[in-house]
C-alpha cells in the first residue's frame, strides 16, 4: 500500500471515529437578525447574515454545500474532495492540521471542521485567528442530518436541507421494505490498511449494511472501528466481503465469500447515503434488486 493510502485511509478511519454525538435539531435557531448555529460540539456561534465563503475541512461538508445548491460559496477544500465541480477550489491539505496560511489568505466567513480529538490543534488555531468556525461529526446518519440543518442554516438554505433529509430518510425505507423480505447477507466491509480496519457495532457503515440487507459479521467488536487479524476474518463466517480496493484483498483469507469491490462510496457519509445504500443492496443482492 502506498503512501498516498495510507494517508487517506487514516483520513477516512479519523472521520468514521469521532464521537458519536449531534446537536439536537431544536438548538438551531434565528435570533433577530442574527443567526444562531450550535455545531456539534454544543458551540454557540452567530453569524450577521449567511456564510458567504466557506472553508470545507470534511469532504461530506463539501458534498452537502453542493447539495444544498450552494457549491459556489466554497472557497477552500481538502485534498480529499476531488470531484470536477470542485477542483478548481484551493485545497488546503488532508482536513486535519490544514494550511493556515492558506485559510487566512482566503479569507473565509466560516470554516467547517471535524468535531474530535484527533486534530486537537485545528480549532485553536482557527480562534487564534479570529476565524468563525462550526464543527460537524459526520458518524451516524443523525449527524449526518445535523450537519445538513447546521449547513443549511449556516447559508440561509433551510428549506432545502429540510427537503434533502426528507428525501434521504424516504428513499432509505423504501430500500429498508424492499430489504426486509430478502435473505440477511453475512458481510463484512473492510477499509483497507494491513492488518485490515472493519466497521464495528453502533457506526455509519453497520447502519448502511443493515439497510442494504446485511449483517455486519463484525457487529460484536467492542470498538467502533479497529484492526482485526488474519484468524479473526477466518473464523467469520462470511456470504460478502466489500473491499474498496479488490487488489488489496487476500481472497484466501474469505474462502468461499463472494469478493465486491465498491470503491469509496462508503468513505465519506454525505447526502447521497441513500444512493450509497442502494449500490451496497444492489452488490449484497446482486440481481434480485429492480
Known sequence: MGWEQIRKLIFCITVLTTACQSAPTDRYRDTANNILLV?????????????????????SATQILKALGVGHV????????????????????GGLEPNFEKIIA??????????????????????DFGLTQVAI???????????????????GTEPVADSII?????????????????????????????????AGPDTYIDEILRLAGGRNVFSDLEFLYGSVSPE?????????VLVSDRSQFDAMLTPGARIEEIGNTLEFPGPNVAQAAR???ELLHRDLLR
Open 166 to 198: 426528507s428525501t434521504i430518510k424516504k428513499d432509505l425505507t423504501d430500500l429498508q421494505r424492499w430489504t426486509a423480505t430478502r435473505p440477511t447477507i453475512r458481510t463484512v466491509y473492510l477499509l483497507g490498511g494491513s492488518p485490515p480496519w472493519v
Open 232 to 240: 479473526q476474518i477466518r473464523s467469520r463466517e462470511i456470504d460478502v
Open 279 to 281: 449500490h451496497v443492496a
Open 137 to 155: 461529526r459526520p458518524d451516524r446518519l443523525t449527524d449526518l442530518y445535523a450537519s445538513i440543518i447546521l449547513l443549511g442554516q449556516a447559508t
Open 74 to 93: 466554497l472557497v477552500g477544500r481538502t485534498d480529499f474532495d476531488n470531484e470536477d465541480w470542485v477542483i478548481s477550489v484551493p485545497s488546503l491539505g
Open 106 to 127: 482566503l479569507n473565509p466567513d466560516l470554516v467547517v471542521l471535524f468535531a474530535g480529538d484527533q486534530d486537537p490543534h485545528t480549532r485553536s488555531r482557527l480562534d
Open 39 to 59: 455545531d456539534a460540539t454544543g458551540l454557540e456561534v452567530t453569524l450577521q447574515e449567511p456564510a458567504r465563503r466557506i472553508i470545507s475541512l470534511v469532504p
